[in-house]
């Protein structure tokens, strides 16, 4: 099968210009000006940008967590994800404490397999850290395909490690070749204030926000970064949110020390205000919380700064029944916001659109950046001759809303209720296939596919 998408202005993290571009079965052979080739399809983007499939590198779909389970699927998540342009996700498994790494992949596999239908990849997150599980990184590594190794700073009495633990994972992972992404804010800290102001009877989702301030943040980005420069083992900070965080992160730089930074798109745009709402604030508790406006304006520039290299969602929806779980205590609300089919959308028009970042770097935060620290480019996050035909096709001039009653995601509220959107993703091809085309999906389940990435060579 030979597609040929035609005149598209062609965006990726360095390039734009018109072009046509020729896939044949999965991958994109030729790219060039006029190509006279025959094809099976042919796609007209004139007008329109033509860009690499959107990566997002942290989701939670069917995650077992604070009694309940995320509401998305991979089969309800991943449609929803390529609805919004983002063709892989990568999702995190959680090692029971006491148990093996295998035995949490084991059973992400037995939610995952056959049921995607877009691509996925897993990080493991590395919950009890012993010489039985350090044993387990190089299997992990080598013949899973999962390079990547999640940490809780947080959490404490569930999913947290101590930095014991996390000195001594650092440095197998760096041996065996790999990265170590973490939850960053100080796990002690936060239970102290969680438990002082259930104690003082201050129970609504404002709470949730002030037992987590910056310094919790600030602090273990900090430690984290020292860790990782003693060790040597790269180092990548999940959903990033604040300017003490990020200057912890900068200050790292002063002893060329690159720490990889992700933020999600939560936090670039909404703010601590949410929790004013009394309980419908309960929509937006996660970990960390939502910040100041200030941090929003420190994301931003951070992105251009090149200090922040990602933008993803942290997706992870409950429906309000689950939130409802919290009512009378903000500690039992399922921690998490659903964002997995409008961080492109959101981007582009919030970011782009306002002209806060370029093109280039849309591209370069929404794809490129995570296939190079994850271990898949070239083959995901760019348009290249011998790249996985993983591709979208924007309008920029066509404007609609969000709304829970036309999303794709597994849950009853929006978060984004209301926003107008100005570029619409229209064409979304997934290894050559068409996926998404004017609001339907083609392909089924199944046809998502579990990528196994290389090593962490740098970026
Ligand atoms: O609130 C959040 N972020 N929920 C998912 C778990 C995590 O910490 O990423
Ligand atoms: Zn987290
Ligand atoms: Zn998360």
């Known amino acids: 099968m030979r597609t040929l998408i035609k005149n598209g202005r062609v965006i990726t993290a360095t390039d734009d210009y018109v072009a046509d571009i020729l896939i044949e079965g999965e991958s994109i052979i030729a790219i060039g000006q006029q190509l006279d080739e025959p094809a099976d399809k042919i796609i007209d983007a004139s007008g329109k940008l033509v860009m690499p499939g959107g990566i997002d590198p942290h989701v939670h779909l069917d995650m077992p967590f604070m009694g309940t389970f995320s509401s998305d699927n991979y089969e309800t998540g991943t449609r929803a ?81 101590d930095d014991r633990q996390m000195v001594g994972l650092m440095q197998e992972v760096k041996k065996q070749g790999g990265l170590i992404n973490v939850h960053a804010t100080n796990g002690d800290m936060i239970d102290y ?19 987590q301030p910056e310094v919790t943040e600030a602090e273990a980005s900090g430690r984290f970064a020292d860790l990782a420069n003693y060790t040597g083992c790269p180092g990548y900070i999940v959903h990033l949110t604040c300017e003490g965080a990020l200057n912890a ?3 790292a730089t002063r002893r060329n020390q690159h720490v990889f930074v992700e933020t999600c798109i939560q936090y670039l745009l909404l703010d601590a205000g949410l929790y004013e709402k ?47 779980m919290g009512k009378d205590d903000f500690s039992k609300i399922p921690n998490g ?37 994850f271990g898949m480019f070239p083959k995901k996050g760019t348009l290249a001759v011998g790249s996985d035909a993983d591709i979208i096709i924007l309008d920029p001039n066509e ?30 091809l997934l290894r050559g296939e068409v996926a998404i085309d004017n609001n339907e999906c083609y392909i089924k389940k199944g046809y998502g596919r579990f990528i196994k990435r290389k090593k962490h060579t740098g970026f």
């Open 278 to 324: 009394d309980f419908e604030g309960a929509k937006w508790v996660m970990s960390p919380p939502l910040r100041q406006p200030k941090d929003q304006e420190t994301l931003w520039a951070g992105i251009n700064q090149g200090l922040v290299n990602v933008v993803a969602t942290d997706h992870c929806p409950f429906k309000w029944e689950q939130k409802l």
């Open 249 to 251: 992160v900068r200050n």
């Open 337 to 373: 916001h659903p964002a997995i089919e409008h961080r492109m959308e959101l981007l582009f028009s919030e970011g782009v659109q306002k002209g806060r970042i370029s093109l280039n770097k849309f591209v370069e935060v929404a794809s490129t950046n995570a296939a190079r620290i």
């Open 81 to 161: 994800a390529l609805f919004g342009g983002t063709t892989m996700v990568i999702d995190f498994v959680l090692q029971k404490q006491g148990n093996s790494l295998q035995s949490a992949l084991d059973e992400w596999k037995s939610r995952s397999n056959g049921n995607a239908i877009g691509d996925y990849s897993f990080h493991m997150a590395v919950t009890d850290y012993n010489e039985d599980t350090r044993k387990e990184i190089k299997n992990m590594v080598e013949k899973e395909g999962i390079t990547s190794f999640k940490t809780f700073m947080a959490y404490k009495g569930a999913l947290m490690i």
């Open 399 to 428: 404007t609609h809303t969000l709304s829970a009653k036309s999303h794709h995601m597994n849950v009853d509220y929006s978060c984004y209720e209301g926003w107008q959107i100005h570029g619409k993703i229209k064409t979304v």
């Open 193 to 211: 204030l969680v438990a002082k102001h259930k104690a003082e009877g201050k129970l609504s989702p404002l709470y949730h926000y002030l037992s």
